[in-house]
């Protein structure tokens, strides 16, 4: 056995141990919140990692912040808590690779090529690379998992929240033994190195066996390129760090406004030596002499209601520029007085990203077809190489519906696309395939020209 693999058997058996389990992070105030950013190790980092899951999943309210001097019972009781669901919004808007169908082309024999095709028309890769992209985009780094059951090929993604790789000393965007933690309680995990299988649950070693794979049946994407280590940043440290300030801000905001709505009673000098009651049908007593003021006022605290709104818009409106997100993105209608080239420059930033996107993943799933290959080859003996080619559509960026028809048209008159291509594009759940859309546009041509 390698060492990487004992060092990984070893750091299993510590983080399923019943003493060391996998426990989700328990914060509830700011101090405990960034205690996460600044603290050492990758149980830290997998605390962080866990942090901006429960952000994008919307699991955000037990992250909301407590107002000064509230007891945690207080905390508790407060009816007003509100969330805005920031983290997702940024990391779908920036995720556009594999919205659309994506083209692949093999080049391999005809047996790798039919193999190949079942395995993804039962896994459906665009779905799971979308998917990915947040992952990757969200946490740093995400893996698909290639396994064989049941005589089928399946693909797992696998948050890094839920990994802890020893990384290769000459590669570090390879790792030389990664400890997969199963989801739930963490007291489930399998360690693999490039020949070997363990399964550890409970702090002990329940199997271990060798494989014929010759590789971690891992494939790995990353955010950004390691440089100092296997683990990069992703989008969302800084996304959900900042939009849990968000919903404290927003939350503060309901409570204040709620409070705003009710009047507080005011009783000036009434009798000391009588019980103070009120309600329906009781009179205040008030026992005063001379020129001293008495009496009951109603006054409504004077909160700045709207200097809270326009701070928290303000708010976002910053954090939309820090991730470089133009706010025409999220937007479905852009406005009649703005151009299509201003639109156009607007989004220059995500389509910037979208080129350097493709330059990745090209990268990912050459490496997953890769790995596929391995496992089939281990369990059906399926031989071969194979090169794949992807062709990403073009963006669709905001147009009007004339400026879409002179776009189409000018792209029909020079041969640049079809018709059928246009019917599929635009309809996408009306035809199975171009050829189908290609018939049915035929179809139509032969109806047009009988009338």
């Given amino acids: 056995m390698s060492d990487s693999f004992i060092r990984a058997l070893s750091l299993a058996l510590e983080q399923t141990s019943p003493a060391g389990g996998d426990r989700r992070p328990s914060v509830s105030r700011p101090d405990e919140l960034y205690a996460l950013y600044t603290s050492e190790g990758d149980h830290a980092r997998r605390a962080e990692s866990r942090f901006i899951w429960d952000m994008y999943c919307g699991d955000q309210l037990r992250y909301i912040t407590r107002l000064p001097g509230e007891s945690a019972v207080e905390f508790l009781r407060r009816p007003h808590k509100q969330f805005l669901n920031v983290t997702r919004v940024i990391i779908d808007v920036l995720s556009q690779l594999y919205r659309r169908p994506v083209e692949r082309q093999l080049d391999a024999d005809k047996r790798v090529r ?130 849990a300030e968000c919903n404290a801000k927003l939350s503060e905001l309901a409570h204040t406004v709620a409070m705003q709505g009710f009047g507080v009673m005011e009783i000036v000098n009434p009798d000391p030596t009588n019980e103070l009651a009120i309600g329906p049908g009781r009179a205040i007593a008030f026992n005063v002499s001379g020129n001293e003021p008495f009496g009951v006022n109603f006054k409504s605290p004077n909160a700045p209601i709207s200097e809270l709104i326009a701070d928290l818009e303000f708010f976002l409106r910053t954090l939309l520029k820090t991730q470089r997100i133009p706010e025409s993105v999220l937007s479905v209608n852009v406005g009649a007085n703005i151009s299509g080239v201003s639109v156009l420059a607007q989004q220059t930033p995500v389509l910037e990203d ?59 008159r020079n041969g640049m696309t079809t018709p059928w291509q246009l019917m599929l594009r635009d309809d996408p759940d009306a035809y199975t395939d171009i050829e189908q859309a290609r018939q049915a546009w035929l179809k139509n041509r032969e109806g047009n020209n009988n009338e």
């Fill in 354 to 412: 979208r080129v350097e996107r493709q330059q990745v993943f090209r990268g990912f799933e050459q490496d997953l077809l890769d790995i596929t290959l391995a496992v089939l080859g281990e369990h059906e003996g399926v031989q071969g190489a194979a090169i794949l080619h992807v062709n990403y559509p073009e963006p669709t960026l905001e147009q009007s519906a004339a400026e879409r028809m002179q776009v189409d048209d000018w792209r029909l």
């Fill in 114 to 243: 039919e193999r190949i095709q079942r395995v993804w028309d039962r896994n459906t890769p665009d779905r799971l690379l979308l998917g990915l992209d947040r992952m990757a985009r969200l946490q740093g780094v995400a893996a698909v998992r290639v396994s064989y059951e049941q005589g089928e090929v399946r693909y797992w993604p696998w948050p890094a929240h839920r990994l802890v790789c020893i990384p290769d000393l000459i590669r570090p965007d390879t790792p030389a033994a990664v400890i997969a933690i199963a989801a739930g309680d963490g007291s489930l995990a399998h360690v693999w190195s490039p020949s070997r299988v363990s399964t550890v649950a409970g702090g002990r070693v329940l199997t271990e066996q060798e494989h014929g794979l010759g590789r971690i049946p891992f494939a790995f994407v990353h955010d950004s390129l390691p440089v100092d280590g296997f683990w990069t940043e992703g989008r969302g440290r800084a996304v959900a760090f900042a939009n």
